[in-house]
């Protein structure tokens, strides 16, 4: 196999014949792609929601894979184009609207797509993820190196999302974002409970029990626990966790935290 | 690449296993075929939308794509099978049913699928997409000519679906179509406008705003623009028009015309 | 195309990006490997549902394919994996709860996924998917026999699902599933039917005509045919059943038979 693997990721909805335009213009560029949808589902325009799934989803794909993502209220205006080599040296196209936001970290190069002999300009202001962000995917793949794509890019456009509080003895955050079967997505990453036994989880003023995994669980019980993205999750055993709580973003989570891990110096208060 | 792409579209639903199917029997017959979806998500039974959308993507595609297209209510029934060759070669697999009425311009071949040697006879009635057209897909990927599949047929069925009415400085059609963010596809084409400037859109009565891209809008403004299939679209920035008008078939559309463009020789009142 | 076909079914939700992370999975490992969604829309936690879609769409694929399941609703807790070898030598791997039950028939070999040397002890408790199922169906892909994973299982979990009844000139079954145009699916398989003629079909009550394909009913009216799963299918022209009854598990059907076939020898009343 000789190109790399590219992924994609839109709110464009799997039905919505606009994935398959992506596919159509990589595939005519170079018939060999392999393409691997992550998600054509994002909340419409939601740049949290889809910089969360990237987040959660990269880790499982080879680090010379091409990720192009789309969630692009701006679609067609002044806001700028990038690529992005993040600090493992993953790359990523999309518009410079934030959606990259967890791969901006230190050591990342971000290139704004401005080369005009290699970035088309659009015929139609409303699908650049075709007429644009794929055929620049294709170069890529076929190895044009990202730094020909235009000038390093000192500023790109990065979302503001709640961090995990760390105070003494816990841990505070909030829901993000949730997922297919109703589990919420929290903003407390696992390293933000650095090993610490969880005592009392509590979520939207209600008691959350601390479980390994959906099924240590009863029924209807409100669970919480670490998720497979990394992030602790709020969930309902074979149910929505969402539903439960007839709420998704926004739910505050706090996690009381003991055991053999000393907290004291956690200094944050909160 | 030795076999060219297969595409395909359906009423299916995404989630059905029937999709699955289709690729089950290509890929038992042609190993190596690239499979890519447009859409399974067509409204089950309804043929404009699955013709519109066939319209729109196709031209995303390599020449030599053979595209597999099934919304099929007839299926069982005394109704023909076809694959059209159509003007500029590409080659298209679907009931007789108007399906691929967007293909069936001049210079199109329209083979119907009868020779018995070629074309299965499927053992169940109700799934012609996986026991007769995947078959002839398969059979067309590796090689076998069309025009081996039947004799051409001068009266393949064609949907009769409004066209735009061109009149003295004013375009008039209807919305046919909603997309996955709820914009409204009309029956108004880019070549209907012909470069005119669109100084007022009226849509179901109300005043959209023309616009060229969705961000050029206020948020819940109604906004008329050329969407990236090439018709004209209504749209509302970072929402759903579809919600907003409460309806997506058949709004009437007016574009008001002006500039540089001569439109007295538009002879059709309206 | 040295590597076999790979399927995967599972309740993730198509727009999750959960499935992308297996294919991620299964790609780092096997770059040229092969992967056809069966459906990842499963309705959550719905063992029977999958059972009855892996049913209907496994025999579209080549013997030697490797499908990928996962419903599992005990993710993380002490339920087994299992690899199943079934009767006719396709490999299936999936959670042990039941979810393979239609090819666990005489002649099915089942391996417990046990030895630690080549199954993963997965870092996290709610993705086994992506952290212990994809892995191991990489390493079938690339030639791993199936007995290398673990002991023979004697006794795997089976669904008990209801079966036909079949009476002096009748056959007696209920609705299990719904498809994507609401077309319920029964425990009555082609074979309970035997050839005979069916002269009144029955569902909750009211009578359903008998056809051969959904376009011989007339719209509204109540279908019963043999679907392309090789079950009687309850159905609605160009509609839903399950709209049209207002249920779709559960529902009782009877078929009153008659014509060439004897049906004498049938034994047991009902």
Redesign the interface.
């Known amino acids: 196999?000789a190109t790399p693997?590219v992924?994609l990721?839109t709110d464009?909805?799997?039905?919505?014949?606009?994935?398959?335009?992506?596919?159509?213009?990589l595939?005519?560029a170079v018939?060999?792609l392999?393409i691997?949808?992550?998600?054509?589902?994002?909340p419409?325009?939601d740049l949290m929601a889809g910089a969360l799934?990237l987040e959660?989803?990269l880790p499982?794909?080879?680090l010379d894979?091409i990720h192009l993502a789309v969630v692009d209220?701006?679609?067609?205006?002044e806001?700028r184009a990038i690529c992005v080599v993040d600090p493992v040296g993953r790359r990523l196209v999309a518009p410079d609207n934030g959606l990259l936001t967890p791969f901006l970290g230190a050591g990342a190069r971000v290139y704004q797509l401005a080369d005009p002999t290699l970035v088309p300009q659009p015929r139609?202001?409303?699908?650049h993820g075709?007429?644009l962000f794929a055929p620049v995917v294709a170069a890529l793949a076929v190895g044009l190196p990202p730094e020909r794509l235009g000038p390093l890019t000192p500023d790109p456009v990065r979302l503001d999302w709640p961090q995990a509080e760390r105070g003494a003895g816990q841990v505070r955050g909030i829901t993000l974002a949730v997922?297919?079967?109703g589990n919420l997505i929290t903003s407390i990453r696992e390293a933000d409970i650095a090993g610490a036994e969880v005592r009392v989880a509590l979520c939207d003023g209600r008691t959350a029990r601390w479980v390994?995994?959906?099924?240590?669980g009863q029924p209807g019980e409100l669970l919480a626990?670490?998720?497979?993205g990394?992030r602790v999750?709020v969930a309902v055993?074979?149910g929505s966790a969402a539903s439960h709580l007839h709420r998704w973003r926004g739910v505050e989570v706090r996690l009381l935290l003991g055991g053999a891990v000393t907290l004291g110096a956690a200094r944050s208060p909160c």
């Open positions: 196999v693997l992924t990721t464009y909805g799997s039905g919505s014949g606009y994935p398959g335009q992506l596919k159509g213009v595939l005519s018939p060999e392999r691997v949808d992550i998600s054509h589902g994002v419409a325009y799934l959660a989803c499982a794909f080879p894979t209220p701006g679609v067609g205006t806001r139609y202001a409303t699908f075709r007429d997922d297919s079967f390994r995994t959906f099924g240590d626990l670490v998720g497979s990394g999750e055993r074979e």
